[in-house]
């Protein structure tokens, strides 16, 4: 009798595990969708020669937030990095969380789109630990907007990650201190099919991109399609 319960069981978790593989490739989906939009933004877009030097890049598309200053927020999204030792074309995501208080520009907004520059190698390290706090233990700043930003980079050498927000159509810089980020090591699972680490995905770069990531890694190489090697 048991036995007769076994492919219907089998056909469950499949259909579970395709369910699952789609909001990933949802996520990956808004992502894309996200960063087109804000680089579409006249002068108002994160500046290109800031995308030139990025080694990684983070989006989390739809970020929901809590009421006013006391509330929280917490948002799932995906970061890709550099092939080469970080000078080549774009590798394959790795999925992640994004969790902590509240910042200022989030105020009666109910969910908040956000992008991260990885500009030094220190701050791909922190990206291949299972979690880590944005100020504490990688340095962050908001980054500069538009062509104006541009001329201020020398400002921002220190900072190992450069961080956006997009709220109610604006666009602006933010600081994101206290701001806890983990692999989603499930959401890569579901995504790559196997149990896979961020180390494999952002380092190593060599696992194949999967399909629903094609369109955002697209994206990412039409406005940054290789790493300006001169310095900031």
Not at 52 to 74: D, E, L, Q, T, W
Request: glycine letters at 12%; proline letters at 5%.
């Amino acid at each position: 009798m048991n036995r007769l319960w076994i492919p219907t069981i089998l056909m469950l978790f499949g259909l579970s595990n395709l369910f699952a593989a789609g909001q990933e490739a949802e996520r990956l989906a808004a992502s894309s969708r996200v960063f087109q939009e804000i680089m579409n933004m006249p002068d108002g877009s994160i500046p290109k020669d800031l995308l030139a030097r990025a080694s990684c890049i983070a989006i989390i598309p739809s970020m929901k937030k809590g009421a006013f200053f006391v509330g929280g927020h917490y948002g799932k999204g995906m970061v890709s990095c550099r092939k080469g030792s970080g000078t080549g074309a774009w590798g394959p995501p790795a999925m992640i969380t994004l969790g902590g208080g509240s910042f200022g520009l989030a105020i009666g907004a109910s969910s908040v789109d956000v992008v991260m520059l990885v500009m030094m190698k220190e701050g791909v390290y922190s990206f291949l630990k299972n979690k880590f706090t944005l100020g504490i233990d990688a340095s962050a700043a908001a980054g500069p907007v538009g062509r104006a930003g541009a001329a201020e980079t020398d400002a921002y050498m220190r900072a190992k990650i450069l961080s956006y927000s997009r709220s109610r159509g604006v666009f602006a810089g933010v600081e994101l201190k206290g701001t806890v980020i983990k692999q989603d090591r499930e959401a890569n699972r579901k995504l790559y099919q196997r149990i896979i680490g961020a180390k494999e995905l952002l380092m190593e770069v060599a696992e194949p991109i999967p399909a629903a990531a094609i369109p955002v890694i697209q994206v990412l190489t039409k406005y940054s399609p290789t790493k300006h090697r001169r310095p900031l």
